[in-house]
């Protein structure tokens, strides 16, 4: 059975970093992009970024160019995502995600809350 | 302000059927293969649709959604008090040289009066 496992809620201040990780189980790490994405309270679903566990490739919405980072460590199966400068309008919760990964494969972490607030 | 387009919100009555569009461009839905996702308050999105109009395991068939060009539709028969949720469509972007992107519509909040 597949699992994504998020890490927990996190309080930062406006200009920290906040870095949350994504483990993996029931499948081969390498055989699909992991996705992140996020939704702001009350609004709707908004992509991060991906990276390519094979190859460690990734790829950045705009919103967030010079800001995230994506890695992911193929010894432990766990994905991470990191934020930097972080203000209030960065409080979401994020996900992690296969997002349909070569076609069907679609699995969800259960989400992180993240919460910037001075 | 999201890439693809769709209606804030949809209301019909019980065992009605009600449609959701979702609108994008040549660069997403025109030239990628739609997905569509429920979304309940506190949890995460689950996949009603993947490849424009197939439903995984487990969807029931009063799910059904189309494209044509650079638009798509979800489609919900027999509406259940259960089918209340908010509702999204996505797809891959190509439109930057830097690489393929993901985009999500803005989301639709369905009532079932």
């Known amino acids: 059975e597949v699992h994504l496992v998020q890490s927990g809620t996190e309080v930062k201040k406006p200009g920290a970093t906040v870095k949350i990780s994504c483990k993996i189980s029931?499948?081969?790490?390498?055989?699909?992009?992991m996705h992140w994405v996020r939704q702001a309270p009350g609004q709707g679903l908004e992509w991060v970024g991906l990276?390519?566990?094979?190859?460690?490739?990734?790829t950045y919405s705009e919103r967030f160019q010079g800001r995230v980072t994506i890695t992911a460590d193929m010894s432990t199966d766990t994905a991470y995502l990191a934020l930097s400068g972080l203000r209030s309008e960065d409080t979401a919760v994020y996900y992690c995600?296969?997002?349909?990964?070569?076609?069907?494969?679609?699995?969800w972490g259960q989400g992180t809350l993240v919460t910037v607030s001075s | 302000q999201s890439v693809l387009t769709q209606p804030p919100s949809v209301s019909a009555a019980p065992g009605q059927k009600v449609t959701i569009s979702c609108s994008g461009s040549?660069?997403?839905?025109?030239?990628?293969?739609v997905s569509w996702y429920q979304q309940v308050p506190g949890a995460a999105p689950k996949l009603l649709i993947f490849?424009?109009?197939r439903r995984p395991s487990g969807i029931p068939d009063r799910f059904s959604a189309s494209k044509s060009g650079t638009s798509a539709t979800l489609g919900i028969s027999g509406l259940q008090t259960g089918d209340e949720a908010d509702y999204f469509c996505?797809?891959?972007?190509?439109?930057?040289?830097?690489?393929?992107?993901?985009?999500f519509g803005g989301g639709t909040k369905l009532s079932v009066l």
């Open positions: 995600t296969t997002l349909v990964g070569k076609g069907v494969f679609d699995y």
């Open positions: 029931g499948y081969s790490f390498s055989d699909y992009y």
């Open positions: 990276i390519d566990p094979e190859d460690h490739a990734t």
């Open positions: 040549t660069s997403n839905i025109g030239s990628n293969l």
């Open positions: 490849a424009n109009d």
């Open positions: 996505g797809t891959w972007d190509s439109g930057l040289s830097a690489g393929a992107f993901w985009v």
